[in-house]
């Protein structure tokens, strides 16, 4: 059975589907048709149902909880892994919660966030953190940095690898929005998930399920059995980044979501829906027996 999969070529998700794309372990008769795209491009498949599994954001999900259902293994959720604000000049949180910068070209303004998609987990704790800051440009989340440096933008929001290259540009932290989310809550934040098709049968979808689940365990086991694969779509990145990227963002919860996890995801369901973030969610999100 040939099935659609598609996740990013970011580090983290090429560890994660290697030994799955490659055969390194038993696929129990699945074969793949894989795309990579950033996370945005994903989102927008999983509204439009596109894809059989997909790798989405856990803010996306939200609103396709009809269509897709998040299987046990793959997501990017921990601590100390959130999305950062920076900026080339000073700025403090404070003017972000007044959504107010002193530009001394123009005078006293809105700052112009560049953010990498609406339905980004990134976007929904930006709002959550300051709900006034709402003058946004989406951007593809690895040429924020260069619109902070040319000035296109006053704010970036800053996702995946970034995290490791914007102090080598001269650029500054504002705010750690994940350190944000866990002293709030005091749970892991929940930044990307692998769904299943609601349409696929549901012994299809367990299957994937369990080879998805191999294929994390088969990556731990063997980290650098991939490391051609990881490499040729990491964008000139290099080798310790990349291990720093997936250490970052693959861990127990890539395995297995686990009764912690799920808590997570249901607290950040929970604040979005209460906060008006998100649609109400009528049916349960995780797969089941």
């Known amino acids: 059975m040939k099935l659609t999969l598609g996740f990013s070529p970011c580090p983290n998700d090429t560890f994660i589907f290697d030994a799955l794309i490659h055969h390194k372990i038993d696929t129990e008769g699945l074969e793949f048709e894989v795309f990579y795209d950033d996370v945005e491009t994903l989102n927008q498949k999983a509204f439009r149902g596109e894809l059989d599994i997909t790798k989405l954001s856990y803010h996306a999900f939200a609103y396709v909880t009809d269509k897709y259902v998040l299987l046990d293994s793959g997501s990017a959720l921990g601590f100390g892994v959130g999305p950062l604000l920076i900026s080339d000049v000073e700025i403090s949180t404070s003017d972000l919660e007044k959504n107010q910068i002193d530009d001394p070209k123009s005078g006293i303004r809105n700052p112009l966030i560049g953010i990498p998609g609406k339905y980004t987990t990134a ?29 296109r933008i006053d704010v970036g929001l800053i996702i995946h690898e970034n995290r490791f290259t914007y102090q080598n540009k001269g650029l500054k932290k504002i705010i750690d929005l994940g ?111």
């Open 179 to 289: 350190d944000y989310w866990e002293k709030r809550t005091g749970c892991a934040i929940p930044l990307g998930g692998i769904v299943a098709n609601r349409n696929l049968p549901l012994d299809v979808q367990h299957k994937i399920n369990r080879v998805l689940r191999k294929s994390v365990e088969f990556a731990f086991a063997n980290p650098k059995s991939g490391l051609e694969f990881i490499k040729q779509h990491a964008q000139e990145m290099s080798e310790e980044v990349m291990y720093k990227h997936i250490a970052l963002y693959v861990n127990q919860y890539s395995v297995d979501l686990g009764e912690e996890g799920r808590k997570a995801i249901n607290l950040m369901f929970d604040t979005a829906l209460e906060k008006g973030i998100i649609p109400e969610i009528k049916q349960g999100i995780f797969l089941t027996a």
């Open 123 to 151: 976007n929904f704790l930006l709002g959550l953190a300051f709900p006034e800051a709402t003058n946004k440009q989406e951007l593809v989340f690895s040429e924020i940095e260069d619109a902070l440096l040319d000035s």
